[in-house]
Each structure stands twice: as structure tokens, then as C-alpha cells.
């Protein structure tokens, strides 16, 4: 068929057809276009709310976890009950505070079950339900069941790792910042015991013990600066205030150090004691990160929900505009089909009153072909309207305010109220990203100093390293050396305005392409760029110094503070900028060893204790794997008789031909973990001598030191049953040494993991009593049968009458509890006299025998008691 005959088929066809298939075809299309829009609003809606639903679950898991696992008031609490400190008034209201809030977190994950269920597991909130009442009834009488509260903290965790696994991308945050944060709250209470042992250590305490706490603060410190970059100002200024607490803490802190010799930091003074220490001060600084953890888990739902409402929202209006099309394109074709002349009048009529913003269904009488034009242009006044509309909205949806299809009118009295709308928003959307830049700004620069923050700092280096611009780079780490001085005694206000001046100083003596940053405290760093000598960095340093070393008018007083500077070069090996960063704090705390007012350059030198310390962990770990060690054996003497009654069974390492001394590696298997290892090694060779002896008739006993962590964070129990059935060897021989440490955290848990080895036929002793961390009620609960006096004590018997009076209670205490008492670390005969005066009956040290090899101390015994048939036993 031609052209000229399809023509003739459309001629004879009726008007009212051919006009409503021309109108029916776009009105269809452009409903499957709005259609085809809400459906994908309907989805970004719908992933909004499972976003939020995936935030509430974690985040109300997290704080649950908290309560069971993290929560810091048993810890605080019972150290401070041993230290005789009340800080009930401190505590109370937060536990009380914190076990509502579990029983309302609980109640939100119970009440929306499905969401919990299907982002872990089915049956999930039954599960959940059951454990949690089981945990507040115990709470509501004061109760304890250690194994229905560990049953309820391995259900939540297998909950909350289910939930972490399967979050969605944008929920990744929160579960890093909430990791962060649970970490920063473990490594702040890992502190406490070691600061209380330090206040009680006599007659100082140990290097090791000050390395350790050093250790923690700057575990403490990394924490803490990665949470300032992801928290809020707020939040992050209040979990800083929790690292650094008060002034109690950092007297407490720099006392230990500087009486373990490791640090010369803070005002001299006399040791600082238990009566000068404010314990509930130092106990508050330790809840400031649980009730941050706690405000952000409520933002955190805030921020959820009302991203998910605007998802909703942005849903309704794309409804409802898909609901206005469905709505034209049936009222017209419904008018078409009756008659063509009332149809298009209708039409007409209907699209000018949607044009002006209007929908009425009273028809007008109106005739002419002018209707067929404004159908028209009214339905691609319309189509016009809608698409420029949603490109308007994805828009601002992506933050994209200066996009020009923003500034495009919408035609129509409709489209001016819509265009009134989205201008709203996009201004709403502009201040909005402004507040933001402004408080990334605040986020990254000192608010006391102006100054760039450590955040802002370690970005810039890492920015340096990074693009492999680290020729001529140089750090200098300033330290004011008599701020606390002037901070003390002049109040904080003048340290406040001391800080400014340092800084106003220090931008003074730089050169413009240097950076200076305050990294906290009295502490600045000065990047050094185009160093392209090192005696442009010295120089910078000196002239820093000489700034720093002019007198400051604080309100009238002259002050000198002076500063130590330690200078850093990155020299290739420098990987970011905590490495080089690192270097620098190095040097400078070697400028302060000097004597303050120092300079001191880096040098590989200053890391070859860190890295000995390091390689030592290695050699012991392979040593421990090849059985490379060798057990010798100390006897323990009756002091009334001489005779052996018991032999302790000690860990002795030679290492490249050369003996390594306990002190060295003992403290590396405590910090690495490995000290578990090193238990399991003792306690098999100590069980293979006895089974090895017990033929020849030799009925010693022996005795091995268990570190507090092998009681806590093992199974002792059963690596005792591992050894005794391994070796054939009698229980009843077998003495487990354990000291006072393990019970800090919870002494009936440590009681009760004692008596499992007790029930073995395993004696269980005491080490190192006295020491300060047990009291009279828990020493009569444990399944002891002896304790060994601390050879802190016994070095100043009978020349220290506190020593023999130490001496004299803790031998009346072991005849109380019927205990016998052992004191180490005998070296000369009148330590011996002052012992036996003092009642101690049994006694150990270099005064009989050091540690020898299993055959040498047989001989010693059969020389010692003319036979090894007859020796004696305790």
C-alpha cells in the first residue's frame, strides 16, 4: 500500500480515534517514566531504612557489649576499695545509669526483632530476650554468676560480629569509630592496675613497670588522635579529656616515671603516696570515654533516622508527582472517548488548572481549535516540569549546589512554588556544607593556638612522604621545658596565654615555607622544608631557642620557660608521618635527659633498645619453639635445720653463648603474650624431673612461677592435666607458684581457677607477697597452702625495723591461716638470724644455692642431707 492509500485509511478513521491514540502514546511514556522514578526513589528509600535499621542494630549491640564486657566501674571499684578510697559517689550513679541503659538497648533490639534477625541470625531477639533477664535479675539482687554473664557476652559478640560482617559500605564508619573506641577504653583501664602497683612498688618502682605505663599513654595517645580526626569536636575534645584526665593522673604518671629513673619529666618533689593521690579524681577521668561511646551511639541513631525520613520524603514527593500524571493522563483519556469537543474542552480546562497550581473537576464550555494548542503545551509545560525537577533534586542530593540546572526555572504557577522549595533547600544545603567546612577546619587547627593540630600535622607529612617530596625535609619536636611550672603556679590562664605567646613566637622564627603545629600539652612540632643542608634545620633550632628563652609578661610576671628540641631528617626510611614524627619525640627526649634547654639530633643509635627489645621477643619465641631453654632448679631450706624441703624449677636461657639474665626476658614473654608458652615449657620439665626422680626414691618437691596472665587469660587447669598425664608425674609434688597481680581484675574468678588446679592434687602458693594487691579476706578464700615474702622485704631485714616488722606479721598471718611462709632472696647470714627471729620457718636465696642444673641440685641435696633417701619434704 502507497503513501497516498494510508492516508486514506487514517481519513476515514474517526477524529476522537486518531486524537486519542496521539495523546494516549506520550501520556503512557511519560507514566512509565514516572513510574520507572519511584521505583528508584522507592529503593534508595528503602536502603535508607535498612541503613538506619543496620546502624540502631550495631550500635544498640555495641553499647550492650559494653555493659558486659567493657565496663569500667567493677575495676575502678574494686581497686579502689583495696586503696581504701570511697568514690561510691562516683561510680554508683554510672553503674545504676549504664544497667538502665542496657535494659533499654535490649528492650529496642527485642521490640524490633526482625531487623536484629535479619542482620545476624533467626531467633536472634528470643535468644537475646532470655540472656538479658537472666543478667538484670542478677543485678536486682546483688547477685553474681560468672558463667551466665559470660554466655550473655558470647552471644552478643557472635550477634555483633554477624551484624559487622554483613554491614553495608556506608555503615563501616560507625564500626570503626565504635572499635576505636572500645580499644581507647581497654588500653585507659590496662593502665590502672600498672599506676596503682607504681604508687605502692617499695622502695621505687621498677624500669620495667615505667616502660610499660609509658607504653600504654602512647597507645593511649595514637587512639586518641585517630578518634579526634573521626569523632565530632565535642566528642573528640571530651574522649581527649579522658585520656588525659586530671592533674592527678599526670602527677601520678610522671611521679612513676621519674622515680623509675625513665623520665625527668614534672615539678621535683617527693614521691607521690596513696594519701596524696584524689582517687575519685583519677577514677572520673576513666568514665569519659564509656559516656562518650554512649552519646555517639545516640547520634549515631539520631543521624540514621533522619537520613532515612528524608530518603521517605524525597519518596512521597515523587509519588505524589507520578500520582498527579496517573491522575491527568486517566482524566483525559476518559474525556476523549466521549466526544471529541467536550473531551478537548475538558482537557483545556484541566491542564490550565494544572498549569496554575489548581485541580477542579467543573467543566467549562468552551469551544474552538484553541484547545487542541493548549493541551499541548500544557502537557509539555508538564514533562518539562518533572524533569527538570528531578535533575534538580539529584542535585542537591549529591551536594552539588553551584550546579547550573538549579538556577532553571520551572514554568507554571506549580513550578514557581516548586522552584521556591528547591531554592530553600539549596540554600539550607549551602550553609549546611559550609558548618561542615568550618568544623573540618576547627577539626584540624588548635583551638587555643590557631595553629595546625596533630591531625592536620600527620596528614601534611604523610601528604610530603607520600608524593616522595621528603628531600630537604626536617621535623623539629619542641618541648617547653618549665611550663608545668608556670601552669601550677600562675594558674592556667597565664599557662593558656604562655601557649599563644609560644606560638606567636615560634611563626616568628620560621621561614614562611615552614609549618608549625602544637601537637598538644606544652609540645610543638616545626616542619623544616628545603633543608637542603642539616645546618639549616640546627640553625632553625637555635634561633628557636633563643625565642623560646626570652622572658614572657604574663600579667606581670617575668617567666622563662626554655624548650628542648629534638630534630629529625627523613632520610628515605621514613614510610609516614608518625615514623618521622616518632624520631623527632626521640631526639627530644633525649635533649631532656641531657638536661633540658638541648638540642639533640636522631640518630639509628636512639632505636637500639627498641630494636633489641624486639629482636629479643623474636629469639624467645624461636627458642621456645625448638625447645632451646634449660630448666635449673634453687632449693628452698628449713632455717632451722639447713635441709632442703623443696626445689623451684626456673627458666634459663643462653642465647648466642651468652647467658640471658630472667630480667631481661621475662618482661618481653609478659608484654608479647608469650609468657603462657613459657609456663606450659616450665611446668612440662618440672613434671618430667619429678617423674624422672621418683624411682630413685627423691621426694622432692618442686615449684614453678605462673605468670598472673597464664591464670587469667589461659587454661592453667588444664595445662597442668596436660603435663602430669603427659609425664606420669604425682601431683601431690607439684607446687604452682602465682602472685598477688592475679587478682586485680576479678579475685573470685582467679579463686575459682585456682581451685581446678587445687582439685588436682596440684599446691597452690603464693609469690611475691606483699607487694599490695591482696587483702586478708581474699588470702583466706584462695586454695593456698604457702606464701613466699617478697625479697623487697627481706634485702632490709634486721636492718629496717619496718622490714622485721613486715618479716614478724607475715609469719604470725601464715601460723593464723596455718600457711607455711618462705622468704626470698637470702644472701647473707643475718638476714638469716633476722628471719628466724621473725618467725619465718623456710627460706631461699644465693645464701644456700643460686639456680643450678637438675643434676648438680640432686647433688647438693644428697650432700647436704647425707643421702637423697632421707630427704625431708614440706
Not at 500520582?323 to 483519556?333: F, H, N, Q, R
Not at 549551602?430 to 593556638?449: G, K, N, V
Not at 615514623?579 to 635527659?593: E, F, N, V
Not at 632490709?796 to 614478724?808: E, N, P, Q
Request: net charge neutral.
Amino acid at each position: 500500500m502507497g503513501a497516498h492509500g494510508r492516508r486514506g485509511v487514517l481519513a476515514r478513521l474517526p477524529l476522537r480515534v486518531i486524537l486519542a491514540g496521539l495523546l494516549v502514546l506520550p501520556l503512557g511514556g511519560m507514566a512509565f517514566y514516572s513510574a520507572s522514578l519511584g521505583n528508584v526513589r522507592n529503593r534508595e528509600a528503602v536502603a535508607a531504612r535498612r541503613t538506619a535499621e543496620q546502624i540502631e542494630v550495631i550500635a544498640r549491640l555495641d553499647q550492650v557489649d559494653f555493659v558486659l564486657s567493657g565496663d569500667p566501674t567493677a575495676r575502678l571499684g574494686g581497686i579502689a576499695q583495696l586503696l581504701g578510697a570511697k568514690v561510691a559517689g562516683e561510680i554508683d550513679p554510672y553503674r545504676v545509669r549504664i544497667q538502665r541503659q542496657f535494659s533499654s538497648d535490649v528492650a529496642f533490639l527485642v521490640d524490633r526483632r526482625g531487623a536484629l534477625d535479619r542482620f545476624t541470625e533467626p531467633g536472634a531477639a528470643a535468644r537475646l530476650a532470655r540472656r538479658a533477664r537472666a543478667v538484670e535479675a542478677m543485678w536486682r539482687t546483688n547477685g553474681r554468676d560468672v558463667h551466665g554473664e559470660q554466655d550473655t557476652r558470647n552471644l552478643v559478640r557472635e550477634l555483633l560480629g554477624l551484624a559487622r560482617q554483613r554491614a553495608a559500605p556506608q555503615v563501616l564508619t560507625t564500626v570503626e569509630v565504635l572499635d576505636r573506641l572500645g580499644a581507647l577504653q581497654s588500653a585507659m583501664l590496662a593502665e590502672v592496675p600498672d599506676l596503682v602497683q607504681g604508687l605502692l612498688a617499695q622502695p621505687r618502682p621498677s624500669t620495667e613497670l615505667a616502660l610499660r605505663i609509658q607504653a600504654r599513654v602512647a597507645e593511649q595517645r595514637i587512639l586518641t588522635a585517630e578518634l579526634y580526626r573521626l569523632l565530632p569536636r565535642d566528642l573528640a575534645a571530651r574522649v581527649r579529656e579522658g585520656f588525659a584526665g586530671s592533674d592527678t593522673k599526670t602527677e601520678v604518671r610522671e611521679s612513676i616515671m621519674r622515680d623509675a629513673g625513665v623520665s625527668r619529666a614534672g615539678s621535683p618533689r617527693s614521691r607521690l603516696g596513696l594519701a596524696t593521690v584524689d582517687i575519685p579524681s583519677l577514677a572520673r577521668s576513666y568514665l569519659v570515654v564509656p559516656q562518650v561511646r554512649q552519646e555517639l551511639a545516640d547520634r549515631l541513631t539520631r543521624s540514621a533516622r533522619t537520613r532515612s525520613a528524608d530518603a521517605a520524603a524525597s519518596l512521597r514527593l515523587v509519588l505524589t508527582a507520578s500520582a498527579l500524571i496517573a491522575l491527568v493522563t486517566g482524566i483525559v483519556v476518559l474525556v476523549i472517548m466521549r466526544s471529541l469537543v467536550t473531551a478537548l474542552r475538558a482537557v483545556a480546562l484541566r491542564a490550565r488548572a494544572i498549569g496554575a497550581g489548581r485541580i477542579d473537576d467543573e467543566p467549562l464550555g468552551i469551544s474552538g481549535r484553541g484547545e487542541i494548542a493548549r493541551v499541548a503545551a500544557s502537557f509539555d509545560e508538564l514533562a518539562l516540569l518533572l524533569r527538570t525537577l528531578d535533575r534538580q533534586l539529584d542535585a542537591l542530593g549529591d551536594g552539588r549546589t553551584g550546579d547550573a540546572v538549579l538556577a532553571t526555572p520551572l514554568p507554571g504557577r506549580l513550578g514557581a512554588d516548586m522552584q521556591r522549595s528547591v531554592a530553600r533547600l539549596s540554600d539550607a544545603t549551602r550553609r549546611l556544607q559550609a558548618s561542615e567546612q568550618r568544623l573540618a577546619d576547627l577539626a584540624m587547627h588548635d583551638h587555643l593556638t590557631g595553629l595546625p593540630n596533630r591531625a592536620k600535622l600527620l596528614a601534611h607529612l604523610d601528604e610530603v612522604l607520600g608524593a616522595g617530596r621528603s628531600d630537604g625535609l626536617a621535623v623539629l619536636f619542641v618541648d617547653l621545658d618549665r611550663f608545668k611550672l608556670v601552669n601550677d603556679g600562675l594558674g592556667h590562664d597565664a599557662g593558656d596565654a604562655l601557649l599563644r605567646e609560644v606560638a606567636a613566637r615560634l611563626r616568628s622564627a620560621v621561614r614562611a615555607e615552614d609549618v608549625v603545629a602544637r601537637l598538644g600539652g606544652d609540645e610543638f612540632v616545626v616542619v623544616v622544608h628545603g633543608a637542603s643542608e642539616h645546618r639549616v634545620a640546627l640553625d632553625l633550632a637555635q634561633r628557636v631557642q633563643q625565642e623560646l628563652g626570652q622572658p614572657v609578661d604574663l600579667g606581670g610576671e617575668l617567666s622563662v620557660v626554655g624548650a628542648s628540641v629534638g630534630v629529625a631528617w627523613a632520610d628515605g626510611g621514613h614510610r609516614t608521618g608518625v615514623d618521622l614524627l616518632r624520631d623527632a619525640d626521640i631526639a627530644m627526649y633525649r635533649a631532656k635527659q641531657a638536661g633540658r634547654a638541648r638540642i639533640r639530633v636522631f640518630d639509628r643509635v636512639m632505636q637500639t633498645s627498641v630494636g633489641a627489645r624486639r629482636d629479643l621477643e623474636q629469639a624467645l619465641r624461636t627458642a621456645l619453639a625448638g625447645d632451646h631453654l634449660e630448666a635449673h632448679v634453687q632449693p628452698i631450706v628449713d632455717l632451722a635445720t639447713g635441709q632442703p624441703v623443696m626445689g623451684e624449677v626456673l627458666a634459663r636461657w643462653t642465647r648466642k653463648g651468652r647467658p640471658v639474665s630472667p630480667a631481661e626476658f621475662v618482661p618481653v614473654a609478659e608484654e608479647s603474650g608469650l609468657v603462657v608458652d613459657l609456663g606450659r615449657w616450665v611446668l612440662r620439665r618440672a613434671c618430667a624431673l619429678l617423674a624422672q626422680w621418683a624411682p630413685g626414691g627423691f621426694g622432692m618437691r618442686l615449684s614453678v612461677n605462673i605468670s598472673g596472665l597464664h591464670v587469667t587469660g589461659g587454661d592453667l587447669a588444664a595445662d597442668v592435666t596436660a603435663a602430669l598425664r603427659a609425664t606420669g608425674a604425682d601431683p601431690s609434688r607439684l607446687v604452682i607458684e602465682i602472685t598477688e597481680s592475679v587478682l586485680v581484675d576479678d579475685p573470685d574468678a582467679a579463686a575459682r581457677r585456682l581451685a581446678r588446679v587445687r582439685d588436682l592434687g596440684v599446691a597452690i602458693a603464693m609469690d611475691d607477697f606483699g607487694t599490695g594487691y591482696s587483702s586478708l579476706t581474699y588470702l583466706r578464700r584462695l586454695p593456698i597452702e604457702g606464701v613466699k615474702l617478697d625479697r623487697s622485704f627481706v634485702a632490709d631485714v634486721g636492718r629496717s625495723a619496718s622490714a622485721d616488722s613486715i618479716a614478724g606479721m607475715v609469719a604470725d598471718l601464715a601460723t593464723t591461716l596455718d600457711l607455711w611462709v618462705v622468704g626470698e632472696g637470702v644472701e647473707r647470714p643475718e638476714q638469716l638470724d633476722a628471719l628466724r627471729r621473725c618467725g619465718l620457718t623456710h627460706g631461699q636465696g644465693f645464701l644456700w644455692s643460686p639456680a643450678v642444673e637438675p643434676d648438680a641440685f640432686v647433688a647438693w641435696c644428697a650432700a647436704v642431707t647425707g643421702g637423697l633417701a632421707g630427704t625431708p619434704a614440706m
